[in-house]
């Protein structure tokens, strides 16, 4: 079946500097990847919807200079959080689907195991 | 505004027991309704998914039922075990455009030895 790799797991960093987190689709080619974040006890909140070689679109609230997407092949989307503080801190999850005409296209979509993102 | 609400919050159920979870949605252009399972640190996991044209899907002890007419669809996990105890999330997509998931608010079920 489809896999969504995310790296990495977990990330503790200071505030102030970035953090990059991979998405990969292992097994088969992702045009759209979405990126979601999620607090403690709550669902997923999707902050955007990333289309490979263009520029992703970002839901209402969520600041695209400080999220920057980046979805350069259509097997990796990465997601930078940019001079973070610790509101940042949260856990951040990742889903891909595939390309329009295959199998995975109209499949279920298939979720990273997320990162989790400490910014003391 | 929330697309897909559902209750309860949270359940506890007996080993053994029926654990039922309730989700119900407005937006008719929905066409596909997964349940997806999270445990703690991981990403949500498909479980079972339904399309509109069909009020009932089983997949071993999971099954989903639809109502097309009310507008609602529920999760029930036959014979719970203690291993079950996770996050439920069910969800729904529109057949066109992004076609990304509205989640629903969870359900933290734990089903007690």
């Known amino acids: 079946g489809a896999v969504v790799s995310q790296h990495p797991s977990r990330v503790i960093c200071k505030s102030g500097t970035s953090v990059k987190i991979e998405c990969r689709s292992l097994d088969f080619q992702a045009t759209t990847m979405f990126w979601y974040r999620q607090f403690p006890k709550k669902s997923l909140m999707l902050m955007a919807t990333s289309n490979e070689g263009s520029k992703a679109t970002y839901e209402q609230g969520v600041e695209k200079d400080k999220f920057l997407i980046n979805h350069a092949s259509l097997t990796l989307s990465t997601l930078t959080v940019t001079s973070a503080h610790p509101e940042d801190s949260s856990f951040y999850i990742c889903?891909?689907?595939?390309?329009?005409?295959?199998?995975?296209?109209?499949?279920?979509?298939?979720f990273g195991n997320g990162t989790r993102l400490t910014v003391t | 505004q929330q697309q897909v609400k559902q209750s309860p919050q949270s359940l506890i159920v007996q080993k053994g027991g029926i654990s039922i979870i309730n989700c119900a949605y407005e937006?008719?252009?929905?066409?596909?309704f997964p349940w997806y399972q999270q445990f703690p640190g991981k990403g949500p996991a498909l479980l079972i998914a339904i399309r509109p044209d069909v009020s009932e899907k089983k997949e071993g002890r999971f099954t989903i039922s639809f109502n097309k007419s009310a507008k609602q669809f529920s999760l029930h996990i036959m014979d719970s075990q203690p291993g079950d105890s996770a996050t439920y999330f069910c969800?729904?997509?529109?057949?066109?455009?992004?076609?990304?998931?509205?989640f629903g608010t969870g359900t933290r079920l734990t089903v007690i030895p």
């Open positions: 937006n008719t252009a929905f066409d596909y």
């Open positions: 969800a729904a997509r529109f057949q066109t455009g992004a076609n990304n998931l509205f």
């Open positions: 889903s891909a689907r595939g390309v329009q005409g295959t199998s995975s296209y109209n499949s279920p979509l298939h």
